[in-house]
């Protein structure tokens, strides 16, 4: 164990004390702001014979999405293995590491490795370490800090979204780090291609979806935090707000994503307020829905899980009891500019949908 951890932790205490969440109502937080995005899955070898040089066993979650990498430590790759993490995870959309060295680094060496990937992001309400870098989100849920488990306490637990979409420079590759999880099952999280959300819609849905733009912001969330938590909320930035097509291209894959999530997104640009609810109502089922383009990661204390937000919406499962003790930490690197997906005039889409086919329904 690193020394932020306690190796004599009582059996009722916090294991990782250092990472506990610090609420500083009247704390600001400066945005990272513009920057050039260069991501370094442009840079990974194809192949990927940094990252599986030590893999014991590569496990597919789900066909569409997900892969578990066994015998990989992150913290033992060179760059050029952390550039084929950022191109393996465009492609999987997440990335599962168990019993990783990771996780006892202390901040200043997670904070490296996680900026491999581009400018952590600092959040805007989410508390960080008291001791620690303001691009550490804590999660903690837990009998003597029950802050998540209201802030879900009117709404489904279930809810598909990307972190932080509204920024003008969304998150890519994002590092979620368990370091305590409850006893036996539960607090697992679900994670959804996006790319697969898309393909999946009928060809000329595609179509009418794509050079679509909408609007992402933070406003509600920081309204429920305000709610929550009166005068001890933690609103360190202003309310954000950013307009992001539809459907969005990965710059790495050229592979085409669906990007509005029901968190964040509030409105299709131009459309009237009854076309645009009930376009994304119907987007927002079509995720939620979609448990074949899904998987489901269970963690240990040590697991670390990479997901790309440029490809994927997660959700928590809030299943376990209340006042057991979840406790994770979160860094995440922001990324480009979001792609459009442009409207051909036949990029011959339905015939790349192989069921469709088969089933003569083009
Ligand atoms: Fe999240």
């Not at 029950?146 to 972190?163: E, G, M, T």
């Not at 920081?222 to 909320?233: F, L, P, T």
Request: glycine content about 6%.
């Amino acid at each position: 164990m690193g020394a932020e951890a306690t190796t004599t932790a009582e059996a009722s205490g916090p294991r990782y004390p250092a990472y506990l969440p610090h609420y500083d109502p009247l704390e600001k937080v400066i945005p990272v702001g513009p920057f050039e995005h260069d991501d370094p899955g442009h840079r990974a070898h194809p192949s990927f014979p940094n990252l599986l040089k030590d893999a014991t066993k590569v496990l597919e979650l789900s066909p569409h999405c997900g892969t578990e990498l066994q015998g990989v430590q992150i913290s033992d790759l060179s760059s050029a293995g952390l550039d084929e993490i950022a191109l393996m995870v465009a492609q999987r959309g997440c990335l599962v590491f168990r019993d990783q060295k990771f996780t006892d680094l202390g901040f200043k060496k997670q904070k490296q490795i996680a900026s491999h990937f581009g400018p952590l992001h600092k959040h805007g309400w989410m508390p960080h370490p008291k001791e620690g870098p303001e691009e550490f989100v804590i999660v903690y849920d837990s009998k003597d800090d029950l802050r998540i488990r209201k802030s879900w306490a009117r709404k489904s637990p279930i809810q598909f979204h990307v972190d932080q979409s509204p920024e003008s420079q969304p998150p890519g590759a994002t590092f979620f780090c368990m370091l305590e999880s409850p006893e036996g099952a539960g607090g697992d999280t679900l994670i959804s291609s996006m790319t697969r959300a898309f393909s999946r819609l009928s060809p000329s849905f595609r179509k009418r979806l794509e050079g679509l733009t909408a609007v992402h912001t933070t406003a509600n969330p920081i309204a429920r935090e305000i709610r929550d938590n009166g005068a001890a909320a933690n609103i360190r930035r202003p309310i954000t707000r950013s307009i992001h097509p539809v459907v969005t291209v990965h710059p790495v894959t050229g592979e085409k994503a669906l990007f509005v999530n029901s968190s964040y997104t509030q409105s299709i640009v131009g459309w009237d307020e009854e076309e645009s609810d009930y376009l994304l109502k119907f987007l927002f089922d079509h995720i939620n829905r979609g448990h074949d383009f899904t998987c489901r990661v269970r963690y240990e204390p040590g697991t670390v899980v990479v997901w790309d937000q440029r490809v994927t919406q997660h959700s928590q499962t809030l299943d376990y009891m209340a006042g057991a003790r979840r406790h994770a930490f979160r860094l995440t690197p922001l990324a480009n500019v979001p792609v459009p997906s442009l409207v051909e005039e036949d990029d011959g889409e339905c015939q790349r949908d192989e069921g469709r086919m088969l089933l003569n329904l083009c």
